[in-house]
């Protein structure tokens, strides 16, 4: 008898994912890879998923731009975020300060370089929640996420 139950659940659950409609809940059915390449890069930059978030990472020689997306591909607010940057290229190693710089997105500064070899590690810390990290590699196209 239990595992009727559990097939009945199992079913029901099958049910209620394929009723459900759009890219969010298909990539939820694919897992969470998928759920980030099916988040666009509207700015130009490259998507990686950070914890339930996605952030879009714009990186130009001293200056990164996050544009910070929830479920669905909506704008998150950024006030009140804080967070930081490690950008290394070659052998330079730069933390950069985050600070929201409007409704979903967070900027910040520093002196560094975007080349082929430049990796960015970043950590955001929402209110009340755990820091969220993401890795991206702005200069060397496609890796993870999607550009």
């Known amino acids: 008898m239990p595992n009727l139950t559990l097939r009945k659940l199992g079913l029901a659950l099958a049910l209620v994912a394929a009723s459900a409609s759009g890219p969010f809940a298909l990539s939820l059915l694919a897992g ?14 490259q998507v990686q998923d950070a914890g339930p978030y996605h952030f879009e990472l714009v990186a130009q020689s ?18 009140g975020v804080s967070g930081s940057a490690t950008v290394l290229s070659g052998k330079a190693k730069e933390t950069v300060r985050l600070a929201s ?15 082929a070899d430049t990796t960015v590690a970043v950590s955001v810390t929402f209110p009340g929640q755990s820091a969220v990290q993401a890795r991206f590699a702005p200069g060397a196209g496609h890796v993870g996420g999607h550009q």
């Open 32 to 45: 969470p890879e998928a759920w980030a390449d099916s988040i666009p890069a509207h700015h130009g930059g």
């Open 62 to 79: 001293n200056e990164l731009t996050i544009y910070v997306l929830g479920p669905g591909g909506k704008r998150v607010e950024t006030q």
């Open 101 to 115: 710089a409007g409704q979903n997105v967070l900027k910040g500064t520093g002196k560094f370089q975007i080349g």
